[in-house]
């Protein structure tokens, strides 16, 4: 049973336009939303995160909401630059304070056209 | 500063062997985590070491996965009896305390003929 989804293997977007990637959850009790980015052979790397009590969080070109209700998150990216291809993955953990595992979607491969 | 490092970066193995992956997190971190990618697939989580508490292993899929920390630094996941269905990216992550950034390892990317 997958409580992160994310429904879209890959995504296509001009250079200069709006990145938008989405990412679903099951379970209620997370409360704590991360976005990583992968670069091939390479580990993820932290990206930007959000806590339940916001729904907005921003960090230079990187925005991401979180509708609890919709239990559903997204990570805009605007403007897209060509170092944005990359495979995008959200995460999700039970408690922000507190050690717990972190549980990860099937990621979104992402493509900036030139 | 030197962040995780993990190895082989790559290993090619031949169906019912045992194979031993290494995880040096970055110092200091307390918690250590290792995933697997399988082709196609997302981040799954096998095994998490916070401390000296007994580790999370639920996400171990068969017995024949373990793992050992030693010291509370280095890591070290051994699957015993390797089947084909085991050829993936197998990821580690540390982090420090309550700190909820994850920092990952290049990852080994193991073959399994």
């Known amino acids: 049973d997958q409580q992160v989804k994310q429904n879209s293997p890959s995504l296509r977007v001009q250079e200069g336009r709006i990145s938008i990637l989405n990412c679903d959850y099951t379970?209620?009790?997370?409360?704590?939303f991360l976005w990583y980015k992968k670069y091939p052979a390479e580990g993820p790397t932290f990206l930007i995160s959000?806590?339940?009590?916001?729904d907005k969080n921003e960090d230079g070109r990187f925005t991401v909401f979180l509708n609890k209700s919709a239990k559903h998150l997204s990570l805009h990216i605007v403007p897209s630059q060509p170092g944005d291809s990359a495979v995008y993955f959200c995460a999700a953990s039970g408690a922000m304070n507190r050690d717990d595992k972190i549980i990860f979607g099937k990621g979104t491969r992402l493509h900036i056209l030139p | 500063g030197a962040g995780v490092s993990q190895s082989p970066s790559n290993k090619v193995t031949e169906k019912g062997k045992d194979v031993e992956l290494r995880c040096d997190p970055i110092?200091?971190?307390?918690?250590l985590y290792w995933y697997r990618q399988s082709l196609g697939q997302g981040l799954e989580f096998l095994i998490y070491f916070q401390g000296n508490s007994a580790p999370d292993k639920s996400g171990l899929p068969s017995d024949r996965f373990s793992a050992e920390r030693t010291g509370g630094s280095v890591s070290t996941l051994t699957i015993q009896r390797t089947q084909q269905e085991d050829s993936a990216v197998y990821l580690c992550?540390?982090?420090?305390?309550?700190?909820?950034?994850?920092?990952f390892g290049p990852g080994t990317r193991l073959l399994v003929l």
């Open positions: 379970n209620s009790m997370f409360d704590y």
């Open positions: 992550a540390s982090r420090r305390g309550l700190e909820e950034t994850q920092y």
């Open positions: 959000i806590s339940s009590i916001k």
């Open positions: 110092s200091g971190h307390t918690a």
